[in-house]
């Protein structure tokens, strides 16, 4: 079963997309420090809507809106 990045949602198949590289970490490399700690919730949220933006081409208050539901059904953030 693929575990998913409880901050952000991402799925994390191999160890080097969970944080810090290790495979028991719940969060992604994308939500976490260089070693593993999870980032605050502003800086998990900032990159979440600049992937929705860049990766996605959703205007920022469409990204905001969608970061915000991802975020609030999210373990890390309820």
């Known amino acids: 079963m693929v ?3 409880e901050s952000c949602g991402m799925p994390m198949e ?3 997309q969970h944080g810090g590289g290790d495979i028991n970490n719940l969060y992604c490399v994308h939500c976490t420090t260089p070693t593993g700690k999870l980032k605050s919730r ?3 949220q900032e990159g ?3 992937f929705y ?3 996605m ?3 920022r208050e469409e990204a905001e809106k969608v970061v915000d ?3 609030s059904t ?3 953030w309820r």
């Open 3 to 5: 575990k998913k990045c």
């Open 14 to 16: 191999e160890a080097s």
């Open 42 to 44: 502003s800086e998990v």
């Open 48 to 50: 979440m809507i600049q």
């Open 53 to 55: 933006m860049d990766a």
């Open 57 to 59: 081409k959703k205007p």
């Open 69 to 71: 539901e991802v975020m």
């Open 74 to 76: 999210a373990p890390a």
